[in-house]
DNA sequence: CTGAAAGCGCTTACAG
DNA sequence: CTGAAAGCGCTTACAG
């Protein structure tokens, strides 16, 4: 079961075993023709060094770690992570490195998972998705000697390189979309305050209409469920004065927001505009089509791969900021039912 | 960086490294007391045995792996991997195994994948999913020595386990339930022949309309995606007898076709009563709410977890059928709008 | 019940 | 430019 070893190779070409290591590791200090007899050799073999053996001797794993917290229930509904991974593997396949991934239940068993990754040194890096306010994450990696990539930048300083993608253009683009239509009670059905990316389209939400002269007092906050961005639109509509638009912080509550619309018989986008965020295939294949904020994800997580991959290779890799967010507007967005006042 | 070794805990205990490794193993032959002084010794020490140099003597990864086979602009849409994925963490993280993700673009490199996973021994046993017809990843796990399980049983002989989950009753139950409802033109938009669960969820289809005397003409395959789900139903809806009722393979198609219905004036389900597959969140989150045939996604997760790991840890684990496929009654299906001939 | 030693398959100073 | 040897941190026969 066991493959041909170094010890081979090295007998078949005539050399040591330390030589084949450098003609390997294609060291200077061996001479052309050795070389070349020994990559020969090896080949002839099918020799193939054991990941194993240089993991134990170099002291590294050659895998990056990814944990993701949430309930196995709400999973299926995640527009991001899978996207993310693919991106992540694109550039850690070419490179010979793994991904190890941990789905944990919650806040609790993400710690210790990082912890249980460090202590086995299962990885050399991770990855700091879903970044929370005053993240315990940041000081973690480091006590851990985890090497780390943060998505966003965190609100607290950090050691760690950020990769960000700018959510707010794209929010503002969606409020300015719907105050040139002519929307002036327009409402905002948000994240989580303590998850970052909550807070921040809430805040862009907010800028954006202050520019633009309005208040911003309907906003409301939600785990980014359909099943509270349903509950969120259902309380939304009826208030004494609802909005005449709605913009979600994702497209699976904007989702749910439209059927709780067309449920109560108010038309998108006649009687309300609705605009999501993600970008998202189902939210293109909905009736009317779904206005959102879409993002690169894919690409957010090649970059990251990129600089973590920088990182464990001992480089000091900058922040990278990608391309903002943008808004596709599709047919989920209309004039306003009443005229501005 | 090195934290303490199984020679400074052997030192501190006053005994040799092989009885601390026995110790640790709780292999017989320790005396009590000497196990007590050990297991203490590693704990002031706060010693954790090095899972590398563990895996070059015991020629284990403690890994399981897992290669998706995706356009990585797909992967949002994709209701499956990520519950399973969560069933398959919560029974490795407690058993000390981690999970091996990768992703690839296609089907030539997920043939790779498989190959560079085993040359590098990253894993002790592969999942494979999304079984096609005449799978060549059967034979190709046995060729590279790796343990595997297969989701599903494959068409062909195979010397791996089998965690089995039947979508024929929940398909059944699907038409029946429309035929029950009057509707005599039912039609299906399934995924494509070459996956198994295509093929295996048209043919409970056609053998459930059989059973209710109904021809089964109106059949047609896609790619699982929501843009084929869409063009199928556009040309469904525009036959000159077009289908009362339609079968969706899974629910994202569903919701797009619940879409073109809606965009072409047809009323779901006044008009058109349609059923989906998944279980999804969003398919609960629609209006109306869709009909589907749900799966316990989680618990496959899970019991394939078991069943490699005890396969990696050398039983021989029978193949393991969990509870079939069901119907979820929910808005989207209601009596035909003509009476049956 | 316990110890001393070899072995897993690499890498890396250290000599020459 | 090349070789012999030690070391990474465990596990596992083999002796006693």
Redesign the pocket.
């Known amino acids: 079961m ?9 007998r078949r070409a ?9 003609a ?2 294609n ?9 070349r007899r020994i990559l020969e050799a090896a080949d002839e073999l099918g ?4 990941m ?8 590294r794993a050659f895998a990056l770690g990814l944990i993701i917290a949430r309930e196995p229930s709400v999973m299926s509904a995640d527009a991001f992570f899978p996207m993310f991974i693919a991106g992540v593997e694109s550039e850690l396949g070419p490179a010979g490195q793994a991904l190890v991934l941990s789905i944990v239940p919650g806040e609790d068993a993400e710690l210790a998972a990082y912890r249980s990754l460090a202590r086995d040194r299962r990885v050399d890096g991770v990855f700091i998705t879903d970044l929370r306010a005053d993240d315990p994450r940041i000081a973690l990696a480091t006590e851990l000697g985890l090497p780390a990539v943060t998505l966003g930048r965190p609100d607290s300083t950090s050691p760690h390189p950020a990769v960000t993608l700018d959510d707010d253009p794209g929010i503002r683009a969606a409020v300015d979309h719907l105050v040139e239509l002519g929307h002036r009670r327009i409402a905002h059905v948000g994240g989580p305050d303590r998850m970052l990316h909550g807070t921040r389209r809430r805040e862009s939400f907010a800028a954006a209409l202050q520019s633009a002269g309005l208040e911003s007092t309907l906003s409301v906050s939600t785990d980014f469920s359909a099943a509270e961005g349903a509950a969120a639109t259902r309380h939304l509509l009826a208030l004494d004065e609802p909005p005449t638009a709605i913009v979600y912080a994702n497209d699976h509550m904007a989702v749910a927001g439209l059927a709780v619309a067309q449920s109560a018989g108010v038309v998108v986008p006649r009687d309300l505009s609705i605009t999501g965020f993600d970008g998202t295939e189902v939210g293109e294949h909905v009736y009317p089509a779904l206005t959102t904020v879409a993002t690169d994800v894919v690409e957010w997580g090649r970059a990251s791969a990129r600089v973590l991959l920088q990182l464990v290779t001992g480089e000091h890799p900058d922040d990278l900021e990608l391309p903002p967010a943008r808004l596709v507007v599709r047919s989920s967005t209309a004039p306003a039912p009443h005229p501005a006042t």
Chains 1, 2 share one sequence.
């Open positions: 066991r493959g041909p070893t170094i010890a081979d190779v090295a005539g050399v040591s075993k330390g030589l084949v290591s450098f390997l590791n060291r200077p200090g061996v001479a052309d023709g050795t070389r020799w193939q060094p054991s194993r053996a240089r993991s134990l001797s170099t002291n």
